[in-house]
């Protein structure tokens, strides 16, 4: 079923009901096929944007021309939201990897609503520091975390905890190398090991998660 409001978690969580209803006013549907891309790395940006449906990728290119892939959002999720402070050019390209509908949401318009009820800057403000110290928690996991560590956290997310069923992920070893900034080689050599002891399904294409609770034990290893 596909979610027909701004979410109020991630970026949006502890927002006040206020800023919820007027992002919510402000909102615009888009409609993408699968491979279409939203926005490059270098455009400029300028609106906020909301997945309802389907999923979109979160992509980067390094100097080197190597893609660097970042994260999959999926209905619920939240991008671009820095263009809402400072529509300058996009630092990462937005595709669609299956039919998917976003909401948009344009700076334009917030700023025009700010200006009218100036009392929503001070929200804006607090989600501006939220998002800051996330993305420093993400800077320091592809900075200092070990690379089986990074992957099986990037497992995880990109495959949510199912109430029925095995969680299945429909990405190559090559594109899961691409998300956690490690070679192909790298990647089907830890992937292999984790088969053999039985925590994934390996496949042409993909894999299957059979054990999610130790590749939990793998992500947080601190913890052991």
Do not use: C
């Amino acid at each position: 079923m596909e979610q027909t409001d701004l979410p109020e978690t991630g970026f949006l969580f502890g927002a006040s009901t206020e800023l919820r209803t007027m992002l919510k006013a402000q909102a615009t549907k888009i409609s993408m096929q699968a491979g279409e891309t939203l926005f490059e790395q270098g455009d400029k940006g300028g609106a906020l944007f909301a997945v309802t449906a389907g999923s979109i990728e979160i992509s980067v290119l390094e100097r080197n021309g190597r893609k660097l892939g970042l994260a999959v959002m999926r209905p619920g999720a939240l991008f671009g939201e820095i263009a809402l402070f400072d529509p300058g050019d996009r630092t990462a390209t937005a595709t669609a990897i299956e039919p998917s509908n976003v909401l948009r949401v344009k700076n334009l318009d917030v700023l025009e609503q700010v200006r009218k009820k100036p009392e929503l800057a001070v929200d804006l403000i607090h989600l501006a520091g939220q998002r800051m110290r996330w993305m420093g928690r993400q800077l320091h996991e592809q900075v200092f975390l070990p690379m089986p560590t990074r992957l099986a956290r990037k497992v995880l997310y990109l495959t949510p905890e199912r109430s029925k069923g095995l969680s299945k992920l429909n990405l190559s070893q090559a594109e899961l190398a691409e998300f956690v900034g490690a070679t192909r080689e790298a990647v089907s050599k830890t992937l292999a090991a984790w088969n053999r002891i039985g925590l994934i399904e390996a496949s042409r294409g993909g894999l299957m998660v059979l054990d999610r609770s130790a590749l939990k034990v793998l992500a947080e290893p601190d913890q052991i």
